[in-house]
């Protein structure tokens, strides 16, 4: 199990990955339109995705964290 600290850290990496995906996006939507830019958009929002999947991660470990300090102080 991730420290509070450690978690934080992750997440901030995370919203950096977030950051880098808009700045990417907004690079893909520059591109004419046609199969490239497609594709480029496609695999973009593959990686938003999976960003998303693992923030998700990232709030249900706090949850469980949090509800195991909880049942602990009880």
Do not use: C, H, Y
Request: zero cysteines; glycine letters at 4%; aromatic letters at 4%.
């Amino acid at each position: 199990m991730l420290s509070e600290a450690e978690a934080e850290i992750e997440w901030a990496e995370l919203e950096k990955l977030e950051d880098m995906v808009r700045r990417l996006t907004m690079a893909a939507l520059k591109l004419p339109p046609g199969v490239d830019r497609r594709d480029s958009l496609m695999i973009i929002g593959s990686f938003r995705d999976r960003i998303a999947a693992m923030k998700q991660t990232e709030v249900n470990r706090a949850s469980i964290m949090q509800t195991q300090q909880f049942e602990r102080t009880g």
